[in-house]
C-alpha cells in the first residue's frame, strides 16, 4: 500500500495523505477549501520500510482504508509560560 502526501498551502505544518496521487475524491470539500491547492509533497509505501514524521502508521493505514484520507495537523506549541511555572515549583 502507497499514500500520496500533500502540503497545505493555506496552513503551516499540515499534511493531507490519500491513496491516489489527486485523487480527493473522499476528502470532505469543506475540508479541501480551507486545506488549500495541495501541493505534493511526496509518495511513500506504507510497508514500514520508511517511517512517517510526526505520524502513526498504523493510524494512517486505518484512516485511508476506512475513510479515505489522514489529516496530519501541526503539533500544540508549546505553552511556556506553563513550563517555567512547572519548573519553578520544583525548586
Known sequence: MFCVIYRSTRRDQTY???EKRDDFSRVPETLMQSFGQPQL???LPLDGS???A???LEKVKE???T???YLQLPP???NLLK???ADNDKQ
Open 16 to 18: 493531507l495523505y490519500v
Open 50 to 52: 520508511k517511517k512517517l
Open 76 to 78: 500544540p506549541p508549546e
Open 67 to 69: 475513510q479515505g484520507y
Open 83 to 85: 513550563q517555567h511555572l
Open 54 to 56: 510526526g505520524a502513526d
Open 63 to 65: 484512516a485511508l482504508t
Open 41 to 43: 509533497a511526496m509518495i
